[in-house]
């Protein structure tokens, strides 16, 4: 029997329920533990979208839907693994757990298609950490542009639009988001702000959108400026700029999750309510089939190539 193909599939992680906040925080600040305001905060957040962490289900939908895709090709034996950066099963662990398995070759994608040193590189390090000598993996950076990720993007673009009136259609605006990382990333020489605009400049070739632009979401609550500007500035002047409209597309977030279900759905829509403009998503990916062939195809794309994949 020929020795499967390791697939890493990875994603940011998610507190596992309302008494595991904490410890996710923690994580996420690199073992610190939150004040009590940040964490009764975040506690507050998760509460608007009624206490759901869908995260790990999805990740594992899509993981699960990427192994058949991919076996389905015949091409080769795929076996999925699933690893986190900030919960279990954490990265490192994913990794030995393919060595234990006899895994000696891998690919690895994180669900976020745009690279960045503060993000993707964190993965990267992960991966390095858990990884012996005789396992081979190729981390897939980034993917932002590929051509069946921005067809399987713009049908979702296309169809957040067909929710439109007729008016609102005149002159709505497009909103490319993604998660914000300290401004300092732009003086380091970071592609992550670039990635952004080029996947909103390939989604307006193809569905010929004349008025778009991207924004920032979710930044930290830290004291150095981040990443702008803020998705819900960029609603706000929509609408006295004079937009009818306003559709966000979260291309950043592959999956529902509070980056989504709060800042968008509860946080942006506010913004827009109080602005007096009408604000539309795009439905999320999660493991839609199409989504599903579209990473399929970006892994395929990638076979054969040594070492770790650069943007």
């Known amino acids: 029997m020929t020795e499967p193909t390791g697939l890493l599939v990875m994603a940011y992680g998610t507190a596992a329920g309302p008494d595991d906040i904490e410890r996710y925080y923690t994580d996420i600040r690199g073992g610190r533990a939150p004040t009590p305001e940040a964490l009764e905060d975040l506690r507050a957040r998760y509460t608007a979208i009624g206490n759901t962490f869908p995260l790990d289900r999805i990740t594992r939908e899509q993981a699960a839907g990427l192994e058949a895709e991919l076996n389905a090709r015949g091409d080769r034996t795929w076996k999925a693994y699933v690893g986190y950066k900030h919960s279990p099963p954490f990265v490192t662990e994913a990794v030995v757990r393919m060595e234990r398995d006899g895994i000696t070759e891998a690919y690895g994608i994180v669900m976020a298609p745009h690279y960045a040193r503060m993000s993707i590189g964190g993965y990267l390090d992960r991966v390095r950490a858990g990884n012996p000598r005789a396992m081979r993996i190729h981390v897939i950076q980034s993917w932002n542009t590929h051509p069946s990720f921005v067809e399987v993007l713009s049908n979702r673009v296309a169809a957040a639009r067909d929710r439109l009136m007729e008016d609102e259609l005149a002159n709505d605006l497009v909103i490319f988001s993604a998660h914000s990382l300290p401004a300092r990333i732009v003086e380091e020489g970071d592609p992550y702000p670039d990635q952004l605009r080029e996947t909103g400049e390939a989604v307006a070739e193809r569905l010929g959108l004349e008025r778009w632009v991207t924004a920032w979401q979710s930044a930290g609550r830290t004291p150095e400026p981040w990443l702008g500007p803020p998705l819900e500035e960029v609603v706000a002047k929509a609408a006295a700029d004079g937009h009818t409209a306003v559709v966000s597309c979260p291309c950043g977030f592959t999956a529902d999750h509070l980056e989504v ?39 395929t794309d990638h076979l054969g190539h040594e070492g770790e994949e650069r943007p």
């Open 261 to 299: 279900l709060y800042d968008v759905d509860i946080e942006a829509a506010d913004a827009a309510e109080e602005a007096g403009i009408r604000l539309v998503r795009t439905e999320s990916m999660n493991a839609d089939p199409a989504f599903i062939r579209a990473v399929a195809d970006v892994v």
